[in-house]
């Protein structure tokens, strides 16, 4: 079976601290364009979105800064809860 992949509502400022975790993703984040937009993830990468979030968000002094990381964690672990129900199979 493959990877299950989620469509994520992300806003510009959102796009542009993902794509500083993880700068492989910089294409696909379209941070051209100003407005929302819906990314697909794979279910690999929205955990290591996650897991990289968590591990800024530690290390960062400014609450602004936190909020902003915790406001994307809480997005990418809705997704991931998302993406495990897809990928299970139904009982």
């Keep these: ?3 299950a ?3 994520v509502k992300l806003s ?3 796009r542009k601290v993902i794509c500083r975790l993880m700068p492989t993703l910089y294409l696909r984040l379209m941070l051209i364009t ?3 937009r819906v990314i697909m993830f794979a ?3 929205l955990v290591a979105i996650h897991r990289r979030a968590g ?3 530690d290390q960062i002094e400014s609450c602004m800064h936190r909020k902003s990381l915790a406001r994307i964690m809480d997005i990418v672990g809705e997704a991931i809860e998302k993406a ?3 990928d299970s199979p139904s009982a």
């Design 5 to 7: 992949t989620i469509k």
């Design 84 to 86: 495990k129900a897809i």
């Design 1 to 3: 079976m493959s990877e």
């Design 34 to 36: 100003p407005s929302p």
């Design 12 to 14: 510009l400022s959102q």
């Design 43 to 45: 279910l690999r990468e």
């Design 55 to 57: 591990e800024a968000k």
